[in-house]
Structure formats: C-alpha cells, structure tokens
Antibody
C-alpha cells in the first residue's frame, strides 16, 4: 500500500522559495502509468492542482503557477519535490502530495481514467515575514 | 482550463436524508469526473471515479452519475460520518481542476 508524507518548512518569507518534499513508501516512483502530483488548499478555500511529475520524469505545471514551479524527483530516495519561487501571502496553504493513478481492471488492464487515490496528510506553509 | 461549478455551495441535511450534489463542467468531459470527500483537517478521500465507479471500500450509499457536462453525487441515507465537504474534479485534460466544493452540514 503506497503511503505519502510531505515535509518541509512551515514558514517561508515573502519573495523566497518554498521547498517541499514528498516521501513515497510502499511503492516506486518509477512505476509505469503513475503520476506524482502536488495540490494546495488556501485556508478556508478549495483545492488547486499545482502539477505533476510522471513515472518517466516528464512534468506538467498548472499554467497559473508555471513560471514559479519546479517539480523534481529523486528516485534514490523515493522522493519527489516541489519548489515554488517568489512566494507571497497568497501562497499560504496546506500543500498535499498525491498519487495520480489510472484505474485498473483484470479484464481491461489500465485505463485512461485517472484519479488521486493516495494523498499525504498535508503540510501547512505560511508565507510571512 | 475547464471550469468546474458545484451547487449548492452548502446544504443542511439530517441523518437518513437523501442528498444530491451537482457538478457542471464548462465543456464536455465525457465521464472523466471524480468525486472526493474532505473532512476538516484531513486530506481529500476519493469516493467515485469515472463519474459512476465506486472506489474500493467506499459505502454503497454513495453513487455518481452523469456524462458530458452535468454530473451528480448522491448520498442515499446520510450518515453522521458523511458530514463533510465534497469536491468534483475533472481528469479529462490538464490542468486538472476541482469544483469549489459543497459543504454538507447537520440540520
């Protein structure tokens, strides 16, 4: 059973870079068809998908944040990371990592229906001086 | 980006009630639609994928329907543990997008 755990500083100063790591246990970052995502949730608000890194190392970033995001992977540590530069108070949020997985059936194998079925517990990041 | 609009944004219901939440996409997404439940201080939990497929371990009182642009999540016989916020999310195209959420409160 795959488990995810976010880690990183809980307080970041404005204009600095937010850096978070998600440690994967019970599974491999190189597993075919899986995408490793970051999602955030500002206090009292809804969910915003940040982006993913794929099993092959390709990335996709939400255009709303693309100029400030880097998602990378360290397969030796079974971790993937998020860096968000030039942060402001608007980046204050709970940050989640999640596994974007394809559905699977014995009859049809893997499908193209993707969902986030494994989430970390989330880590709160506050941007403040 | 595909915009996802949920309604209502909140509702009050009693234990045992049948509850329906609606999600509308700004363009057709076929049935690439997922539903999540989130309780305060917790990560979202997947309930339904591909619009109507129940995730393993999720009670059968949860059901989903719809295709194209209009989708519904139904809870048949609301239980105390179901009071939470529910989100729809489209997986038709990137960027993945969520609805604004529907908070289900105790009447």
């Amino acid at each position: 059973q795959v488990q995810l755990q976010e880690s990183g500083p809980g307080l970041v100063k404005p204009s600095q870079t937010l850096s978070l790591t998600c440690t994967v246990s019970g599974g491999s970052l190189s597993s075919t068809y899986y995408y490793w995502s970051w999602i955030r949730q500002p206090p009292g608000k809804g969910l915003e998908w940040i982006g993913y890194i794929s099993y092959s190392g390709s990335t996709y970033y939400n255009p709303s944040l693309e100029s400030r995001i880097t998602i990378s992977v360290d397969t030796s540590e079974n971790q993937f990371s998020l860096k968000l530069s030039s942060v402001t108070a608007a980046d204050t949020a709970v940050y989640y990592c999640a596994n974007l997985s394809p559905s699977y059936s014995d009859n049809s194998g893997f499908s193209d229906y993707y969902y986030m079925d494994v989430w970390g517990k989330g880590t709160t990041v506050t941007v403040s001086s | 980006d595909i915009q996802m609009t949920q309604s209502p944004s909140s509702l009050s219901a009693s234990v045992g009630d049948r509850v329906t939440i609606t999600c509308r996409a700004s363009q057709s997404i076929s049935n690439y639609l997922n539903w999540y439940q989130q309780k305060p201080g917790k990560a979202p939990k997947l309930l339904i994928y591909a619009a109507s497929s129940l995730q393993s371990g999720v009670p059968s009182r949860f059901s989903g329907s719809g295709s194209g642009t209009d989708f519904t999540l139904t809870i048949s016989g609301l239980q105390p543990e179901d009071f939470a916020t529910y989100y729809c999310q489209q997986s038709y195209s990137t960027p993945l997008t969520f609805g604004g959420g529907t908070r289900v409160e105790i009447k």
